[in-house]
């Protein structure tokens, strides 16, 4: 396990639907994050933990959407009730923070990526 | 407020040319990180370089070269002898010390290069 792990790749669901990804991190990583990106933006930070604890939300995380991280390793994001505009990329990423860190801190890896697309 | 600038929305050079990818940056904070991300069409963000606002010493990887200008903001980045893997969305992001937490993304840099 050398990077972060998103499933599934790409979710085809209707409007109405409830849909949930999953990410792994690098393994050890304290902290990890969930961003969103559109067709021709930049990623847009929504949420991130450090450990289990989930410590900010954006103001584009609606309460349809829910992020956990129970034992501080995986995380899921569940997007309840989807509308079309939830159709986007959302991505996981992960960094290591504090002494371990050493000179590698506020470096945040990326995954793949899920691709979601409401019908 | 953090904000990333790439006023480059594509670009389109034939292999083995050089080309420079603009980034210009605004934050408050003294302490801050900048970052280039490369995202081909697979989707992935590949994490290129990391820099941060105390070292503005020029630092090259290869064919990859980045340029910090703390004076005007800027963080630019040259690809030498471009490549056609070196096609992708490239992305400058900023991480500021007061938010250490989230990244800013610009826009991103559509790189075409063609045979």
């Known amino acids: 396990d050398t990077g972060v792990s998103q499933d599934p790749r790409h979710k085809i669901t209707k409007r109405g639907q409830n849909v949930t990804f999953r990410c792994d991190p690098i393994?050890?990583?304290?902290?990890l994050y969930w961003y969103r990106q559109t067709l021709g933006q930049g990623p847009e930070f929504l949420t991130y933990?450090?450990?289990?604890?989930?410590?900010?939300k954006s103001r584009l995380l609606s309460d349809r959407f829910s992020a956990e991280r129970p034992k501080g390793s995986f995380s899921t994001l569940e997007i309840q009730r989807t509308e079309q505009g939830d159709s986007a990329m959302y991505l996981c990423?992960?960094?290591?923070?504090?002494?371990?860190?050493?000179?590698?801190?506020?470096?945040?890896?990326f995954g793949e990526g899920s691709w979601l697309t409401v019908v | 407020a953090q904000k990333v600038t790439q006023a480059q929305t594509e670009i389109s050079v034939v292999e083995k040319e050089d080309v420079t990818l603009d980034c210009v940056y605004e934050?408050?904070?003294?302490?801050?990180?900048l970052f280039w991300y490369k995202q081909p069409p697979s989707g992935e963000l590949v994490f290129l370089i990391r820099?941060?606002?105390?070292?503005?010493q020029n630092e090259i990887s290869g064919r990859y070269s980045w340029n910090f200008q703390k004076s005007t903001s800027s963080f630019n980045f040259t690809i030498t002898a471009s490549q056609v893997v070196d096609s992708a969305v490239y992305f400058c992001?900023?991480?500021?010390?007061?938010?250490?937490?989230?990244?800013?993304f610009g826009k991103g840099t559509l790189l075409t290069v063609n045979p």
């Open positions: 990423a992960s960094s290591l923070t504090g002494r371990r860190a050493q000179g590698s801190g506020n470096t945040i890896y």
């Open positions: 992001a900023l991480n500021s010390g007061g938010s250490n937490y989230k990244l800013t």
């Open positions: 393994s050890e990583h304290n902290r």
């Open positions: 934050t408050r904070d003294t302490t801050y990180y």
């Open positions: 820099r941060n606002s105390f070292d503005e």
């Open positions: 933990f450090q450990n289990e604890a989930q410590l900010e």
